[in-house]
């Protein structure tokens, strides 16, 4: 018998930056939510082979070896002679706007540690451990606790961005999340290259996403106010759309998400934005039935084709995990 960690955590939905290349303040900041599916649920345990054993898709397998070596990199000693066997049992799928690469990797960080049971870092200290947290620290705060977030931004590029808002969103409320299978969004390199080729975003523009996510999107959801909430969330989506549109194509990255959006506002539908890059569309509606009304909308339209359409819930917890003993 050998102990083994199983983790379980959501993902990340982000819906918009407050800042980019300011001549003055923090940078970055932006706000979003954990949603309980796609999730990710990964099993590690000790390996007795002499090196790590991954069990996953080729691009997460890549993702977990590197926040292995970051781990090895920035930790104690007692790391280095350790070697883990790693499994996934369900994956959040890369580069479509849910924040996949900071959830696998602090769910190997966490399951590191819980699995050694020495120190107890929190999250953010797990996060610099695994280099996450360049840009966005909502998935890091997502992970940690789960709910609705706004991050203020850093000032420094080797901080990690501080957290302003972290609060549960109305269980009732349910997510549509519409994606594309014909086109990824992006990420790393190509995302921070993108991000270049953008001038500096107006202190007006800050000012007015600041307001919409403090003035009304965050009393919106303290008061469960759905009408309020989804009208200042696609009013937030398409602000910071218009910004990156020269980088990403238009408000939003895939051009049938262009439609579909116009499609739906004329049908009365609100709280749309996309999720980080995209190309997923999140709509964010007051129940059930709702939501499946929306739902319908779209298959009948034709979106279903080549859109994959998933409801899903609020996750307002962090990672969930459990420490057993295995074969």
């Given at each position: 018998?050998?102990?083994?960690?199983?983790?379980?955590?959501?993902?990340?939905?982000?819906?918009?930056?407050?800042?980019?290349?300011?001549?003055?303040?923090?940078?970055?900041?932006?706000?979003?939510?954990?949603?309980?599916?796609?999730?990710?649920?990964?099993?590690?345990?000790?390996?007795?082979?002499?090196?790590?054993?991954?069990?996953?898709?080729?691009?997460?397998?890549?993702?977990?070896?590197?926040?292995?070596?970051?781990?090895?990199?920035?930790?104690?000693?007692?790391?280095?002679?350790?070697?883990?066997?790693?499994?996934?049992?369900?994956?959040?799928?890369?580069?479509?706007?849910?924040?996949?690469?900071?959830?696998?990797?602090?769910?190997?960080?966490?399951?590191?540690?819980?699995?050694?049971?020495?120190?107890?870092?929190?999250?953010?200290?797990?996060?610099?451990?695994?280099?996450?947290?360049?840009?966005?620290?909502?998935?890091?705060?997502?992970?940690?606790?789960?709910?609705?977030?706004?991050?203020?931004?850093?000032?420094?590029?080797?901080?990690?961005?501080?957290?302003?808002?972290?609060?549960?969103?109305?269980?009732?409320?349910?997510?549509?999340?519409?994606?594309?299978?014909?086109?990824?969004?992006?990420?790393?390199?190509?995302?921070?290259?993108?991000?270049?080729?953008?001038?500096?975003?107006?202190?007006?523009?800050?000012?007015?996403?600041?307001?919409?996510?403090?003035?009304?999107?965050?009393?919106?959801?303290?008061?469960?106010?759905?009408?309020?909430?989804?009208?200042?969330?696609?009013?937030?989506?398409?602000?910071?759309?218009e910004y990156f549109q020269p980088a990403q194509g238009g408000i939003l990255a895939h051009p049938r998400m262009r439609d579909l959006e116009q499609l739906l506002i004329s049908q009365g539908v609100q709280g749309i934005a996309q999720t980080s890059w995209g190309p997923t569309l999140s709509i964010v509606c007051p129940g059930d039935d709702e939501?499946?009304?929306?739902?319908?909308?779209?298959?009948?339209?034709?979106?279903?084709?080549?859109?994959?359409?998933?409801?899903?819930?609020?996750?307002?917890?962090?990672?969930?995990?459990?420490?057993?003993?295995?074969?």
């Open positions: 018998m050998s102990p083994e960690v199983i983790l379980t955590t959501g993902s990340r939905l982000h819906w918009g930056l407050l800042s980019l290349a300011p001549q003055a303040g923090r940078e970055f900041g932006g706000i979003g939510l954990m949603v309980d599916e796609p999730r990710l649920v990964l099993s590690l345990k000790p390996s007795s082979t002499g090196q790590d054993v991954v069990n996953a898709s080729s691009g997460s397998a890549a993702k977990i070896h590197t926040a292995l070596h970051a781990l090895r990199n920035n930790s104690p000693e007692c790391l280095q002679d350790q070697f883990f066997s790693i499994a996934l049992h369900s994956e959040i799928p890369q580069h479509c706007g849910f924040g996949s690469g900071t959830q696998l990797s602090l769910a190997v960080a966490q399951a590191v540690q819980e699995l050694n049971q020495s120190e107890t870092l929190t999250t953010v200290e797990l996060a610099r451990r695994v280099e996450r947290g360049a840009r966005s620290a909502l998935g890091i705060y997502g992970f940690a606790a789960g709910g609705f977030m706004v991050e203020t931004g850093k000032q420094k590029s080797a901080e990690i961005s501080p957290l302003a808002v972290r609060a549960d969103f109305p269980e009732d409320w349910k997510i549509l999340l519409v994606t594309p299978q014909d086109q990824a969004g992006i990420s790393g390199v190509i995302e921070a290259d993108a991000i270049q080729q953008l001038g500096p975003m107006p202190i007006s523009l800050t000012e007015k996403l600041c307001r919409l996510a403090l003035m009304q999107l965050t009393p919106a959801v303290l008061e469960s106010n759905f009408r309020e909430f989804a009208g200042g969330l696609t009013e937030f989506g398409h602000v910071v759309g939501a499946a009304v929306v739902s319908s909308l779209i298959r009948e339209a034709g979106y279903g084709e080549y859109c994959s359409l998933r409801i899903v819930n609020p996750l307002n917890r962090g990672a969930h995990s459990e420490r057993r003993e295995s074969d």
